[in-house]
């Protein structure tokens, strides 16, 4: 249980971030746009709300979300 804490965009070398199945809540934060070299994003089975920040499609790296 928990949730997607804001710093998550200071963590810039992530390349991949998988909490698949983890019974994670609330909502993702707009930082999650700042992962710039971020190639793959995993978050189902989970149970987030609301909806995917708009700060995603700045993730030019992404090929799986």
Not at 24 to 48: C, H, W, Y
């Amino acid at each position: 249980d928990g949730s997607i804490p804001d710093t998550i965009g200071s963590c810039n070398k992530l390349l991949v971030f998988n909490v698949e199945n983890n019974r994670m809540t609330g909502t993702l934060p707009d930082s999650i746009g700042a992962l710039p070299d971020l190639q793959e994003l995993v978050l189902r089975l989970n149970k987030f709300t609301g909806s995917v920040p708009a700060s995603v499609n700045n993730l030019n790296n992404l090929r799986s979300l």
